[in-house]
């Protein structure tokens, strides 16, 4: 089934908040930036807000300052990539478990000068 709308955009901002960030870094008003990028006032301060949430600042000043922070390497995979690494460090993690289970509990019974080792 398919879902309605935008899909979700895989950066902080989508493109066009971006592009209203940098108009907001260059000291424009929401009028300015409407005529700018062709778009209504309304829609200005519909990105604004969003911005302003996006970034957990609360002022188009704050906005303005804000620059990404460094990210780890492994920040910028898609979901399904990171719980795939969680799953397969989890699954070998299980198996060196099993593994070092199975060598401790053949030791006991197989060391040498036993009963079983002198008999086979």
Do not use: C, F, Q
């Not at 879902?3 to 950066?11: A, I, L, V």
């Not at 070998?92 to 080792?117: C, D, F, M, N, Q």
Request: glycine share 6%; hydrophobic share 45%; net charge positive.
């Amino acid at each position: 089934m398919k879902r309605r709308g935008r899909p979700r955009h895989p950066d902080i901002l989508t493109p066009r908040e971006w592009e209203v960030l940098a108009l907001l870094r260059d000291g424009l008003a929401n009028p300015d930036i409407a005529e700018r990028l062709g778009i209504t006032r309304d829609a200005v301060k519909y990105h604004v807000s969003e911005i302003l949430s996006k970034l957990a600042v609360s002022s188009r000043e704050e906005a303005a300052l804000w620059h990404p922070s460094e990210r780890p390497w492994w920040a910028a995979w898609p979901l399904w990539a990171k719980i795939a690494g969680v799953a397969t460090m989890a699954a070998a993690v299980a198996g060196l478990a099993v593994l070092g289970w199975a060598v401790i509990a053949t030791k006991g019974s197989r060391e040498p000068g036993s009963a079983e080792t002198l008999n086979s």
